[in-house]
């Protein structure tokens, strides 16, 4: 018979205090963390011990052995002694991340000094913390208004309430308004116009003037010449001209009316209706020739008084500028280009020579019921070759008064950087270059010819120098300055429509100051009598009283 296995019984163990056995087991391999039988089971994949974080929960699964995981963390044994650091250049941090640190630790800096002031308050008696309080918080408002403000950053200053160019008087009623907001998208094609006569004569250009620059500058002359500007009505051609129309104008009042979307300052046309016709007159003794200076800029000049910088002396000087270098840039006693006719407007009283001016009087067909007949202006003539085809030009002035109001010095950028003075000059004075553009397309000009102008110093509007010249055509000058031409005739026919639909009388078109507002009065015929007429009634008065009692 087989021998049966023993079977020897293990010792049992018995805990009398917990489940687990008595004892720990020897074997250092195996990590053992006690329990309690009083332990909640509720973090069993707890391997982080950042779950239960709020305060409610912080001891409710904790061991009573304490913190639960600490023999199952991972211990890094490895000799790191033996590695070797082998790339020792810095690392270049971003820019945006450069001051990050520094920024942080103001932030900490300002965060702990603002602590320490908290609990010096906590000592302090009720009425020491309230002013304290009110400090602290002045002062963070201060700090906070100066941290948003840049150092360069200045109050803009308010523009000024402008006047208008003519007192309205009580008793003129206001017969029609016009918005501009609706002239942007009016538009109206006119055919070729026909030249009905031509007067005056022409200078030719000097072409040495193309190569003035900023190094070789020129100074400014002045001239003695007679410049005319006379009205629609006073022109003894368009008299003679009555009957091929039935509105009647100059260059200079249709390109102000055409260009009156860009116009700021304020400005003001006479309108006669005589039966069937509309004359177009400038007012006499009015500011309505002189060329305006930074109109459209943000902030144009507001000057005062006497001051060289104010509006009004802006544009004397610019007006004098314009004619001066208009004559200068001319051959002198060379042969002139002769119109058909004489100048109309050259008197024996006239003292001096008469500039240099050429008038075309032209026609438009505005529709089967306006015919618009006005007389346009050239400046002067020029040839491309010997023997060439002749080219006529509109000879205009842009001046620099103060190169920090414009924010481009020219004598630094005008010979590498021209487009972008032009791009200035065109967001300062846009209504003019406008009116400009206009006036050459209206007398048909080949050519627009800039003279750049400044002053010799900043605080002397007396004296001033030639930096350089630019030409364009006009057709080519128009796109380039966003200037449509139908747009511009639509506007016109607009308002010559408005006008024609007013009975005879006189009235006053006035660009409102402040607002892109146009407004027609109905005035007395009366109205801006020169007092040269009333002195010559008065004298023809007399003369006849003494010829009855003789």
Request: proline share 4%; hydrophobic share 30%; charged share 30%.
């Amino acid at each position: 018979m087989a021998e049966k296995a023993s079977f020897l019984l293990p010792p049992i163990s018995q805990n009398e205090k917990g489940w687990g056995p008595c004892e720990a087991p020897e074997s250092s391999s195996v990590p053992y963390q006690p329990y309690s039988k009083a332990d909640k089971l509720g973090k069993v994949s707890d391997w982080t011990g950042n779950t239960y974080q709020e305060r409610r929960y912080m001891n409710r699964y904790n061991s009573q052995f304490g913190a639960g995981g600490t023999l199952f963390q991972y211990n890094h044994e490895e000799d790191e002694s033996s590695f070797q650091l082998v790339d020792t250049a810095r690392v270049q941090r971003p820019g945006y991340l450069r001051n990050r640190a520094r920024f942080q630790r103001n932030n900490n800096m300002r965060r702990d000094r603002e602590r320490r002031e908290e609990r010096k308050m906590e000592t302090l008696s009720k009425l020491q913390k309230g002013r304290d309080r009110d400090r602290m918080r002045l002062q963070r408002k201060w700090q906070k208004q100066w941290y948003g403000r840049r150092w360069n950053d200045q109050p803009k200053t308010q523009l000024k309430l402008r006047q208008a160019s003519v007192d309205i008087h009580p008793d003129w009623r206001c017969v029609h308004e016009i918005e501009f907001s609706q002239l942007s998208k009016l538009h109206f094609e006119v055919e070729e116009p026909e030249t009905l006569k031509t007067c005056g004569s022409l200078e030719y250009y000097d072409k040495s003037y193309d190569r003035v620059t900023t190094k070789h500058q020129r100074p400014l002359a002045g001239v003695t010449r007679v410049f005319h500007k006379v009205t629609s009505t006073d022109d003894p051609v368009i008299r003679k001209l009555s009957g091929e129309g039935n509105v009647f104008a100059t260059d200079s009042i249709l390109a102000t009316l055409m260009s009156c979307g860009r116009s700021v300052y304020s400005w003001d046309i006479i309108a006669q209706r005589v039966g069937s016709k509309l004359f177009l007159d400038k007012r006499d003794n009015s500011q309505f020739d002189l060329l305006t200076v930074s109109e459209t800029a943000t902030e144009p000049p507001q000057d005062e008084g006497a001051s060289i910088n104010a509006p009004a002396n802006l544009a004397l000087e610019a007006t004098f500028i314009n004619q001066n270098f208009s004559q200068q840039v001319l051959k002198r006693g060379a042969d002139r280009h002769q119109f058909d006719e004489p100048n109309p407007f050259i008197t024996d009283e006239d003292e001096g020579e008469v500039a240099s001016v050429g008038y075309r009087y032209r026609k438009w067909k505005l529709g089967d019921d306006i015919t618009l007949v006005a007389r346009c202006e050239h400046d002067a003539v020029m040839t491309t070759k010997p023997g060439g085809e002749l080219q006529f030009m509109s000879i205009k002035t842009l001046n620099e008064w103060d190169p920090k109001v414009a924010g481009v010095d020219w004598r630094q950028k005008l010979d590498n950087q021209r487009g972008a003075i032009l791009a200035t000059e065109l967001k300062n004075n846009s209504c003019k270059l406008a009116k400009w553009t206009l006036s050459a397309l209206l007398a048909g000009s080949d050519t627009i010819k800039f003279g750049y102008v400044s002053r010799v110093g900043a605080r002397d509007s007396s004296k001033h120098v030639i930096l350089g010249t630019q030409q364009f055509k006009p057709q080519e000058f128009a796109a380039q300055i966003t200037l449509d031409m139908s747009n511009s005739w639509g506007v016109l026919r607009v308002i010559i429509d408005a006008l024609m639909g007013l009975p005879s009388g006189k009235f006053l078109i006035v660009k409102d100051p402040n607002k892109p507002v146009m407004r027609v009065y109905s005035i007395p015929q009366g109205a801006f009598e020169s007092d040269g007429d009333e002195e010559s009634d008065e004298d023809d008065e007399e003369d006849e009283e003494e010829g009855e009692e003789t």
